[in-house]
Nanobody
Framework: QVQVVESGGGLVQAGGSLNLSCEAS????????TGWFRQAPGKEREFVAD???????TNYADSVKGRFTISRDNPKNTLLQMNSLKPEDTGIYYC??????????WGQGTQVTVSS
């Protein structure tokens, strides 16, 4: 019902920056919030940040506070600005959108690699 596509991953040196974009299509009126998650090799997927549809509230994992910023220029497009990247930020980054109950629609993910 909602399609999600991420873009913007890549390879960067430690201390560098990357911007990820998440574009939703389909029944986007169902979106309550949009979140970013990541999964490092051999680890479980973890929450990174999320933002309400209105943009009025954001949440961040402690590990990225002060370095990552989530924002949206419209309800269909959500951005994740990542600064001061560390090797431990390496992983596949997934965008997901939630209705009022749970994250239901996920993208395929985009690889972020931070070299030391």
């Amino acid at each position: 019902q909602v399609q999600v596509v991420e873009s913007g991953g890549g390879l960067v040196q430690a201390g560098g920056s990357l911007n990820l974009s998440c574009e939703a299509s389909g029944r986007t009126f169902l979106i309550y919030k949009t979140g970013w998650f990541r999964q490092a090799p051999g680890k479980e997927r973890e929450f990174v940040a999320d933002i309400l549809r209105s943009g009025s509230r954001t949440n961040y994992a402690d590990s990225v506070k002060g370095r990552f910023t989530i924002s949206r220029d419209n309800p269909k497009n959500t951005l994740l600005q990542m600064n001061s990247l560390k090797p431990e930020d390496t992983g596949i980054y997934y965008c997901a959108v939630s209705d009022t109950y749970e994250y239901k629609w996920w993208g395929q993910g985009t690889q972020v690699t931070v070299s030391s």
